[in-house]
């Protein structure tokens, strides 16, 4: 599916960048230039298409599914909730905080309402039947266990470190959360 994808957006990218070229050098008259844009437009619906097709089916759920998770947890919240959570986390390596992070409670992926919803709620719906929520599941304990090791090095007075592990593993885990979290929340908006 990947590499369908990437196909399909260089030629749309490849088709835009003539068609200007084409237009800058007056090769394209109104009639070329209204079919060369419909086609353009064709080729992206496609893509777009594509994409979301991609999306539903990596979490697979029913209309009747999606409005159980719906009623369960609000994925944006659950977004702003990490954010906050990380710029904290940043603050605190930073010397810029007062709050104190817990490295017992840092460590447990199941205390934040993602990782409750995660470990309860998800986890007796779906089980290990969804690859979407399964991959999230691993996101989610990988950023907790990430978290956990800056706090420890920061406990130690290691903040070199505790900066390496921040700008490394922590930031990955964290942006495939996100990504995967923004994933779900499109898949629960999308009919």
């Known amino acids: 599916m990947k590499n369908i994808s990437l196909i399909i957006n260089l030629v749309i990218v490849i088709g835009i960048g003539i068609e200007l070229v084409l237009i800058l050098f007056g090769k394209l008259n109104a009639d070329q230039l209204l079919i060369s844009s419909a086609l353009s437009g064709l080729v992206i619906l496609i893509s777009v298409k594509l994409l979301k097709d991609a999306l539903i089916k990596l979490f697979g759920l029913t209309e009747d599914q999606k409005e159980v998770i719906k009623n369960e947890i609000n994925v944006m919240d659950e977004i702003e909730a990490h954010v906050a959570w990380k710029v904290g ?34 986890q007796a719906y779906f089980g290990a039947n969804n690859k979407g929520i399964e991959k999230l599941s691993e996101q989610h304990s990988r950023l907790h266990t990430a978290a956990g090791f800056v706090v420890k090095k920061i406990q130690d007075n290691d903040l070199v470190a505790a900066k390496k592990v921040m700008d490394g593993e922590f930031r990955m885990a964290f942006h495939d959360v996100i990504r995967t979290l923004n994933v779900l929340n499109t898949v629960l908006t999308t009919k």
């Open 89 to 122: 986390l940043q603050n605190y390596l930073d010397g810029k905080s007062t709050g104190e992070f817990k490295l017992d409670k840092i460590m447990r992926d199941d205390q934040c309402g993602l990782g409750k919803w995660l470990n309860g709620p998800a």
